[in-house]
């Protein structure tokens, strides 16, 4: 099954959803900006992961150096 993330990302915490090809949501969940937290909520579904998006203003370049670095 082939799973997509959204990622709004704010100054201090980050709200993250995770959504199946027919667009049926499978996690969503507020986190801090932390790495280990960021990576522990999407490690339970990385081998489906098609993509992740990132909406953020400012401040997107950690997460976005995070998850490439992470695959």
């Known amino acids: 099954m082939k799973l997509y993330t959204g990622i709004d990302l704010h100054s201090n ?4 959803g995770i959504m199946d090809h027919r667009g049926k ?5 507020k986190n801090t900006n932390d790495s280990e937290a960021v990576l522990e909520a999407l490690a339970p579904y990385q081998d489906a992961m098609e993509g992740v998006v990132v909406e953020s203003t400012f401040n997107w370049y950690w997460l976005v150096d995070l998850l490439m670095e992470h695959g």
């Open 13 to 16: 915490n980050n709200y993250m």
């Open 25 to 29: 949501k499978v996690f969503s969940r």
